[in-house]
C-alpha cells in the first residue's frame, strides 16, 4: 500500500493506494495506528479477489461470516475510525459486484486486493471514542465522550 498526503489542515485527507494481495483491514490498520487517527471517514473504490464480509446477527450477538471466493469489483467501501480503548477501531461496510451484475455487501471483514483499491480518507479536527454496549454487544460511537 502506497499513501499521500493531499490536505493538511482541520481536516487532513489522504489518498491511500492498495495494491494486489494486499489484505485491505490489515494495511488499513496499520496506517491508522502510524497517523494516531481517531476521528476519520474512507470511502474506496477498487476490487478484490476475495473478500469476506459480515452479518451481524443481533440475537447470537456476533458476525455470521460470509465468504465469497471469487474476483469481485468493489462497488463501494465506506466507513470510519474512532478510538476504542486508545486504539483506532476501523468499521467499514462493502457492497461488491460479482461477474453475473449480482451485488452482496456487509461489514468487512477481510479483503485481498486484485489488482487495485483506491481509498480516499478524510480525519477531522474532532476525534470520536467508542464505548462498549452492553445490549448490542458491540464498542458503538459516543458522541458524550471526552476527546
Given at each position: ?57 443481533i440475537e447470537k450477538k456476533d458476525y455470521k461470516r460470509i465468504p ?23 468499521h467499514a461496510h462493502v457492497v461488491v459486484g460479482k461477474s453475473d ?47
Open positions: 500500500m502506497k499513501s499521500k498526503i493531499l490536505n493538511r489542515g482541520p481536516e487532513s485527507t489522504w489518498a491511500l493506494i492498495f495494491d494486489s494481495g494486499d489484505e485491505v483491514m490489515q494495511h488499513l490498520q496499520q496506517f491508522a495506528r502510524e497517523k494516531k487517527l481517531s476521528g476519520s471517514r474512507f470511502t474506496a473504490i477498487g476490487a478484490f479477489s476475495d473478500v469476506t464480509v459480515g452479518y451481524f446477527n465469497i471466493r471469487e474476483q469481485v469489483e468493489v462497488l463501494s467501501l465506506i466507513g470510519d475510525i474512532a478510538s476504542d480503548s486508545g486504539e483506532p477501531k476501523i451484475g449480482s451485488a452482496w455487501g456487509g461489514h468487512l471483514v477481510e479483503a485481498h486486493v486484485r489488482p487495485t483499491l483506491e481509498l480516499i480518507l478524510t480525519e477531522t479536527p474532532v476525534h470520536l471514542r467508542r464505548k462498549w454496549d452492553a445490549a448490542a454487544h458491540l464498542a458503538l460511537i459516543d458522541l458524550a465522550a471526552e476527546a
